[in-house]
């Protein structure tokens, strides 16, 4: 009898083991699925996301050439003002000089027109006084109108380098 039993019980749990197992099997196939699932939506997500860095890290170096090319114009620009700006700086009088020497010769000619003035009004021999005083002022006059001269000669050189300058400065916009 027992090896009935035996067989009988065996019997009854053949098919709860067997049903068990299938549904063991279904949920290991559709948890199979689900991890496919899983791991494609992860590979894609990866790959997006790489995609996704990959086009930054391009725009990216994009910009930086950007920059790079704009700081390149920049120190040209900034070279060119530097000069421009030497230039203006330098722009002394080129005839500084000359002018400073006929400053002193004037200023050398009044000192001695002084005494000769007095020399006129105390002295007796006011014709000869009178004639150095007289050339005295010609040669003064003489020196001021060359100071004039070059006054007004320097003056168109400067006006015709700060012209040259104002259009470098304008053709940098």
């Known amino acids: 009898m027992q090896t009935q039993k035996q067989t ?4 009854q749990h053949q098919p709860q083991v067997q049903g068990v197992k299938n549904s063991e099997n279904i949920s290991h196939n559709e948890s199979q699925r689900k991890d496919d699932k899983e791991e494609e ?3 894609s ?3 997006s996301f790489r995609e996704k860095e ?3 890290e391009r725009k990216k170096m994009e910009v930086r050439e950007k920059v790079q090319a704009q700081l390149g114009r920049v120190e040209e620009e900034s070279k060119r003002l530097a000069e421009i700006r030497q230039e ?3 722009l002394a009088d080129p005839m500084k000089k000359e002018i400073g020497l006929l400053r002193k ?13 007095q020399t006129c009004q105390k002295k007796k021999e006011y014709k000869e006084a009178l004639e150095a005083f007289n050339e005295k002022n010609r040669e003064k006059a003489q020196l001021i109108t060359k100071l ?3 006054l007004s000669e320097s003056e168109k ?3 015709k380098k700060l012209e040259e300058l104002s259009k470098n400065i304008d053709s940098l916009h």
């Open 8 to 11: 009988w019980e065996q019997q």
């Open 41 to 43: 939506m992860s590979r």
């Open 45 to 47: 997500a990866l790959t």
């Open 54 to 56: 990959e086009e930054i």
């Open 88 to 90: 203006l700086e330098a």
């Open 105 to 117: 010769k004037i200023d050398g000619v009044n000192r001695e027109l002084k005494p000769l003035g």
């Open 148 to 150: 004039m001269e070059l």
């Open 157 to 159: 050189l400067r006006m």
